[in-house]
């Protein structure tokens, strides 16, 4: 059932509307289960769209395996999305740090306090989101220390590749995911592909995730799925971060998502003025290349990849 969360009068007779797709069984207790499965936040990352259609495909054709209750939202930044805008149109600011809002606040507290409202309950939620246009991400779920024994079970039944533990900061304490997590919701935030850019691979492959986290949750009747990948996670080892430090064009000799040795070649910095090579970029160590530069103009200091450490491999040298 499609319905309306949240909407307010905008200028020049305009609305600003938020809308969830509900999928339940028809009878409904205490005891059932609720999942939300949230994208959008960032006008500029799409890849949560094509989630959200073949969820919601899935769950058309097959209601009668609906145990509990999945909500699906996959605009939580309209005017962002209708703008290829990160931010929120207008107001120049990230909604992802403005949670959890405030009904007296300006327009994106406003409408972060009703994505909270409309989330708080939910067992579980999944907030998807892409890279920027100059990264591409290997599918990730990344996770606060402070949480990861909770969320880490949860999480590797998305049969996914890689789980970043990272350490809390401040500015994380503003997001959608850490004022979930607050209120008891289990929150994974989920990491993939490129900004502006749909990867159907990636896509198909997390939209399966979910649906195996849903039969082991007991939200959908269905077969549990055999893992397929090795879930990694960065709980014993580092991720290195691999930065230019020249300005030029930078040219990817590998593609993401491959095990990398210690002194080998990622690629190279070019001058196309001059027909030279201002630096040719080593890996720090042996592991996982997760993260590739996808646009390829550099300046100092711009992130080029990043590497999770194999500590096994690392010992063995």
């Not at 999944?126 to 402070?146: C, G």
């Not at 300005?247 to 196309?272: A, M, R």
């Not at 592991?287 to 690392?314: C, H, N, Q």
């Amino acid at each position: 059932m499609i319905e309306e969360v949240f909407n307010v009068n905008l200028p020049v007779n305009e609305t600003l509307t938020l809308r969830r797709n509900r999928f339940s069984p028809e009878d409904i207790s205490t005891s059932t289960k609720r999942i939300s499965i949230v994208t959008g936040i960032h006008g500029d990352e799409i890849e949560g769209q094509y989630v959200c259609y073949l969820l919601a495909k899935w769950l058309n054709a097959n209601q009668h395996c609906i145990k509990g209750i999945v909500d699906i939202y996959p605009s939580m930044n309209p005017m962002g999305i209708d703008s290829i805008t990160r931010g929120f149109p207008f107001y120049d600011v990230d909604l992802n740090r403005n949670f959890p809002g405030n009904t007296a606040d300006f327009l994106p507290a406003q409408v972060a306090n009703a994505i909270v409202d409309t989330v708080r309950g939910s067992d579980f939620a999944i907030d998807i989101h892409a890279s920027n246009i100059f990264l591409r991400e290997l599918p990730q779920v990344r996770i606060s220390r402070s949480t990861a024994d909770e969320l880490i079970p949860l999480a590797e039944k998305l049969d996914i590749e890689f789980i970043w533990v990272h350490d809390a900061v401040t500015v994380l304490e503003s997001t959608f995911a850490h004022a979930m997590n607050s209120l008891g919701t289990k929150t994974l935030v989920v990491e993939m592909g490129v900004g502006m850019r749909i990867t159907k691979e990636y896509g198909q492959s997390l939209t399966r995730g979910i649906l195996n986290l849903l039969a082991h949750v007991g939200i959908i009747e269905r077969a549990v799925l055999p893992m397929t990948k090795t879930t990694v996670s960065n709980l014993h080892s580092e991720v290195f971060f691999v930065n230019a430090s020249k300005s030029g064009i930078f040219i990817p000799i590998l593609e993401h998502n491959v095990t990398v040795l210690k002194g080998e070649k990622l690629g190279e910095i070019i001058d196309p003025l001059s027909g030279r090579i201002e630096e040719t970029l080593i890996s720090p160590c042996n592991g996982l290349l997760f993260t590739i530069r996808e646009y390829p103009v550099v300046y100092e200091g711009s992130l080029l990849a990043r590497i999770l450490e194999d500590p096994k491999e690392d010992t063995a040298l």
